[in-house]
């Protein structure tokens, strides 16, 4: 049998740990069945051509903004921040919050500095080609003078979703922060501003961080074949920079360590790390704590451990101190949902053509989120996936060497170029492999013999590339010394002896990013840390009165066709029926499966508990892979029904709670 034909055979073992079951987030694949999931893989037309004037730019070697913009000068590539339509009744606190990071940013990029609020403001539904459009901008390289390099999204991922910030990113330098109070909006721009301000200093110091658990191939792989080559050759490439490189692998890369690195003594400026992330069920408890958080060396591995995932094998939010010194780090985390989740699964619409929420809504990583956020001073940057972290990208030579990318990232960013500069070079990537592989499926639809290992390394490394995000602002750069040189023309001081520390930032007010907030606040008393509300007097007048007459009556309308839907969908609730089936030919399956399909599996679960279950065979035996489908099916059914049920009942006691008040 030659290598290709045993390749081809090799099941392959993916990042992500499902911490309720103790088992992988996605069951092993081999390249074959990887390679039919590509031929069913589908490009937006206009994202596409996006993605080829690229590819084809960079081979005249553009990075991202127009010939003769300088990445590293914000006065020449500009700066903007990109609020959601509809945030319009938060933004005057939000904008509040991060007033010092914007009144630094417009002094730094003077007329090239915008605020798309307003009707210039993100609107729902709203594609990257139409938000451009209207602001002026084409395809083509970053222009300033339009819309600039460096952009900042103030927003959920419901709200400005991930897939805007995907596509905007093939052509800007795109950054997102989110956050859950005022004061952590205030505690970032707070933790940004000081790093630049003071020209305070950190040692040039990177630290790569690999878990190798035994028995597990991802992490074996990503040790082995990205880590610690990697680490080697950033230490040989950065030595007459003067960067100090450590590195943690296999048995050093445990809890403790990690948490030693992430606000402990040994905090570096840089951090890379490599591990499974952790995954939850939707609807799971820790889902909205722990998902993308990381999984050690603690872990015994897969086969010595079959249960559910122990805290005491991560390092989540949670385990971040209070008393954590994070200020000035940027931090690289190579697992799954490291930088956080979408709602609804893309491998599964890519594999199965039918969307799958695996979360209530989109997220971002809570430990990501808390990194920036830190009341001390946090990170001024994350970089992450959003979506799985398709370990193998990096190994399939004819896809190309993956290590590189990351290789020439990591080396821009340690010689003075912002974040958002620096992973240019990811979406480089995913321009390149994303043109290459769709001209490949084309060829393939026409009656081309596809090359079944190559397809697979072309896919899983699109996969990857396309889903590095970062999390904070893209102009933010690594605050380390300069050992008496000079940058951009400016004296830079030696090295912080002891990592600096910012003050907590309390914000008096009620209201939070969740619920529409208050008219901005007073102007903050520095001194005291205080941004105080200014007092609003709400009376009501008699119009008023009669406006929520109305209202009540109206009110009362609602609630009894609610209560009606709402006996309704119990009654539909009773039975629970999920069918699964299959086709050899997908091209002749209409609407209607049980006319255009074979069925496999069939469940069906009364309200009572009583379940019926018809189980598919092959051969004589159960066909374990099929079966395996659609239990995960039923699981999710049940998971969404139950959800709508809880979101229905919700809604209606707070519908009731509002009639009673009105």
Excluded at 158 to 187: H, N
Excluded at 517 to 522: I, K, N, T
Aim: include cysteine.
């Amino acid at each position: 049998m030659t290598d290709e034909a045993s390749l081809l055979k090799q099941t392959l073992t993916f990042n992500g740990i499902n911490g309720a079951t103790g088992g992988y987030l996605l069951d092993p694949l081999t390249p074959k069945e990887i390679a039919m999931i590509a031929r069913g893989e589908s490009f937006e037309k206009e994202h596409l051509r996006e993605l080829r004037h690229r590819y084809l730019r960079a081979a005249q070697t553009h990075l991202g903004v127009k010939e003769g913009v300088d990445p590293k000068k914000i006065q020449e590539t500009g700066w903007g921040v990109i609020f959601a339509f509809d945030d319009r009744e938060r933004l005057p606190a939000l904008k509040e919050a991060l007033s010092e990071l914007l009144n630094l940013r417009q002094e730094q990029a003077g007329d090239l500095y915008k605020e798309y609020i307003g009707v210039d403001a993100y609107r729902p539904e709203e594609t990257k080609t139409a938000f451009l459009a209207r602001h002026g901008m084409g395809p083509g390289p970053a222009d300033p003078d339009k819309v600039p390099y460096y952009l900042m999204i103030v927003g959920d991922p419901e709200t400005i979703p991930y897939r805007f910030q995907y596509q905007l990113d093939v052509q800007y330098a795109v950054g997102r922060i989110y956050f859950d109070s005022l004061e952590e909006y205030a505690q970032y721009a707070r933790s940004v501003v000081e790093m630049e301000r003071s020209q305070k200093r950190l040692p040039r110091q990177a630290v790569f961080f690999a878990v190798q658990n035994s028995d597990d191939p991802a992490t074996q792989m990503s040790a082995k074949h990205l880590v610690q080559p990697l680490a080697l050759e950033i230490a040989e490439d950065q030595k007459q920079n003067q960067w100090q490189v450590n590195s943690f692998l296999a048995e050093q890369a445990t809890k403790a360590t990690l948490g030693d690195l992430l606000g402990g003594e040994q905090t570096p400026a840089l951090l890379f790390t490599a591990s499974h992330g952790m995954g939850f069920p939707n609807g799971n408890e820790l889902q909205l704590r722990h998902q993308g958080a990381l999984l050690c060396q603690d872990w015994p591995g897969p086969v010595a451990w079959r249960q559910s995932i122990s805290e005491d094998h991560y390092f989540s939010a949670d385990d971040l101190s209070t008393d954590a010194r994070l200020l000035g780090l940027i931090a690289f985390h190579f697992a799954c949902y490291g930088a956080g989740t979408p709602r609804l699964d893309d491998f599964a619409h890519q594999a199965f053509r039918e969307p799958v929420a695996i979360a209530p809504h989109a997220f971002i990583a809570p430990l990501t989120q808390k990194l920036l956020s830190h009341p001390k001073g946090g990170a001024l940057a994350a970089i992450g996936h959003v979506e799985r972290a398709w370990g193998y990208s990096f190994m399939w030579e004819k896809a190309g060497a993956q290590r590189e990318v990351f290789r020439s990232s990591l080396k821009r960013l340690m010689e003075g170029h912002p974040v958002g500069s620096a992973v240019e070079y990811f979406n480089e990537r995913y321009a390149e492999l994303s043109t290459v592989l769709s001209s490949e499926l084309e060829e393939i639809e026409f009656g081309k013999t596809p090359d079944e290992l190559a397809l697979a390394g072309m896919w899983t490394s699109n996969n990857d590339a396309r889903s590095y995000v970062i999390v904070g602002d893209p102009a933010v750069r690594l605050p380390v010394s300069d050992e008496g040189h000079k940058n951009d023309g400016q004296q830079t001081d030696s090295a912080e002896t002891e990592r600096p520390t910012i003050s907590t930032i309390v914000i008096h007010s009620e209201a939070t990013v969740e619920a529409p907030l208050q008219p901005p606040p007073a102007q903050p008393d520095t001194s005291g840390e205080v941004i105080s509300p200014a007092a609003l007097d709400y009376g009501l007048t008699d119009s008023l009165r009669q406006a929520r007459d109305r209202l009540t009556q109206s009110v009362s309308q609602f609630a009894d066709k609610l209560g009606k839907t709402l006996e309704k969908a119990v009654d539909d609730a009773a039975t629970l029926e999920v069918y699964t089936y299959v086709s050899d030919d997908m091209s002749q399956v209409s609407r209607d499966f049980a006319s255009s399909a074979q069925l496999r599996a069939f469940t069906r679960i009364r309200v009572d508990g009583d379940t019926e279950v018809c189980i598919p065979e092959r051969s004589r035996e159960i066909d374990q892979q099929l079966w395996a489908i659609h239990l995960d099916m039923v699981q999710q059914a049940q998971t969404n029904r139950a959800e709508m049920i809880k979101a229905a009942a919700s809604a209606a006691t707070r519908l009731l709670e509002a009639l009673k008040i009105v």
